[in-house]
């Protein structure tokens, strides 16, 4: 099964850009089911991770200063595009992890449903009013990005 050249990187995008590992350390990823090394990726550490959370906040402001809907519809760019790729996404999947095709298949396509679904809650965010203790006050709750999470895969 031939990888999609045009959907494996072999840097980190980090603040806009394609990047190494500041070291230029790699490590290799390979096919479990044939042991053929299939591409190497950056070995990326403490500094390159502080690095792309501190591009993260500052763009967070930019974002937040987005519409509901203009953030929605980005995210619905995402969703259409890890469908117009599902069958190559697959296919990386299959090669860099051993799992049957078809399992791989399901799994963009229920990644693809989580970037929909948290797309579409962008745009229902709405507030809500509390029943305060007493006559003199209101107790209102506003939702909104409050920072950057970072996950490590």
């Known amino acids: 099964m031939d990888l999609p050249s045009t959907l494996i990187f072999d840097r980190a995008f980090i603040d806009g850009q394609w990047v190494d590992s500041d070291t230029r350390a790699s ?3 390979i096919d479990p089911a044939t ?3 299939i591409a190497h990726v950056p070995n990326m550490g403490a500094v390159e991770t502080a690095r792309a959370i501190t591009a993260a906040q500052t763009a967070l ?3 937040s200063s987005m519409t509901a809907k203009a953030r929605a519809d980005i995210m619905r760019r995402w969703f259409k595009l890890i469908l117009a790729h599902q069958e190559q996404l697959a296919a990386i999947i299959t090669r860099e992890c051993g799992k049957p095709l078809s399992e791989a298949r399901s799994e963009v396509v ?3 449903a989580f970037v929909e679904w948290f797309g579409e809650e962008a745009k229902r965010l709405y507030g809500e009013v509390i029943p305060a ?3 003199t006050s209101r107790i209102f709750t506003l939702r909104q990005a409050i920072g950057v999470s970072a996950a490590i895969t």
Do not use: S
Request: glycine share 6%; net charge negative; no cysteine.
């Open 61 to 63: 402001p930019a974002w």
């Open 110 to 112: 229920n990644g693809a």
């Open 35 to 37: 042991a053929e090394v």
């Open 133 to 135: 203790p007493d006559n």
């Open 27 to 29: 490590f290799a990823i």
